[in-house]
């Protein structure tokens, strides 16, 4: 009998490991399943973050040859009247 009760002893303090083995890696889980949706959203942010400079930059090489395509028109233009001037000159 002292044997039976022995191995009930034992037995139930492997189920009481058990059993804090347990909620212990629930714990752990939750923590872990937090982790992973605080990460998601952080990868969220990041991503429309970047989509939106991603369209800033599209929209920026749009506009930069229209202000590249008007300044060399002033800057021809500003030529076109040095060539003017000097052929006037040559022609004194």
Not at 70 to 75: H, R, S
């Amino acid at each position: 009998m002292s044997e039976t009760k022995k191995l009930l002893e034992e037995l139930d303090g492997k189920v009481m490991g058990l059993l804090s083995n347990l909620s212990e890696s629930k714990l752990d889980s939750l923590k872990r399943n937090q982790e992973i949706a605080d990460l998601k959203n952080e990868l969220a942010k990041k991503k429309e973050a970047f989509d939106l400079l991603a369209k800033e930059n599209e929209a920026l090489k749009v506009e930069r040859p229209k202000e590249n395509k008007d300044d060399l028109k002033i800057k021809i233009g500003e030529m076109v009247k040095e060539i003017d001037r000097c052929i006037s000159l040559l022609k004194v």
